[in-house]
């Protein structure tokens, strides 16, 4: 059975783990069985991505050391691009054909805060879906950045390990200080959308 719809909605919202727990800074594992359960942990991140407003989100980011991604993202032309990758191989333009874009990057994994991040502004992403076919997904604008940022965290690699020291601690001071807005199971539990913390004017 290939019918993606059926593994793309009707899933479960979960936690979104947070940088520093082990498994956001360990290489996953490949994928081997591309059975039901690989289509409910799909189902289920396609549910906490859209609960989190998110356009990518990383198995290691719902706790689990395995390699695969979801996105629905939209790539320079604003066309949205929605699917499954799993055990992706990134590849970047070199040379003359590689151009650096320096837009602000986000993480659901860190949420609250940004930073200034460089990467090609075009990305080749090859891995199998959700059944284990081959797929290759052309990325640009935004889905390029979404690409290499999801890559990344099934590597090991939060985007706080590509910017300075200095960039780095403020980035950590922000996502501090809007903490009070993120559950603890979040997106389970919704933002808190008040403007100050619960008690703070009291």
Request: net charge negative; charged share 25%.
């Amino acid at each position: 059975m290939t019918n993606t719809e059926d593994t793309r909605t009707g899933g479960k919202v979960l936690p979104i783990t947070r940088w520093g727990t082990p498994v956001m800074h360990e290489v996953t594992k490949p994928v081997e069985h591309f059975d039901e359960e690989l289509h409910q942990l799909v189902r289920d991140m396609f549910a906490t991505m859209a609960a989190a407003d998110g356009v990518g989100l990383a198995a290691t980011q719902v706790g689990l050391g395995l390699s695969v991604f979801v996105y629905d993202c939209p790539d320079a032309d604003m066309v949205m691009r929605r699917g499954v990758v799993c055990n992706p191989v990134v590849t970047l333009p070199e040379g003359k054909d590689r151009v650096l874009d320096s837009s602000e990057e986000g993480c659901l994994s860190h949420p609250g805060g940004y930073a200034s991040v460089s990467r090609p502004d075009r990305a080749v992403c090859h891995g199998l879906d959700e059944f284990g076919n081959p797929v290759e997904v052309i990325g640009t604008g935004l889905l390029a950045r979404c690409l290499q940022h999801e890559t990344d965290h099934l590597n090991g690699t939060v985007y706080g390990d590509r910017i300075p020291s200095r960039a780095r601690r403020k980035l950590d001071r922000e996502v501090a200080d809007l903490a009070w807005r993120y559950p603890d199971d979040w997106p389970v539990s919704p933002k808190l959308t008040a403007a100050v913390p619960p008690g703070a004017a009291e």
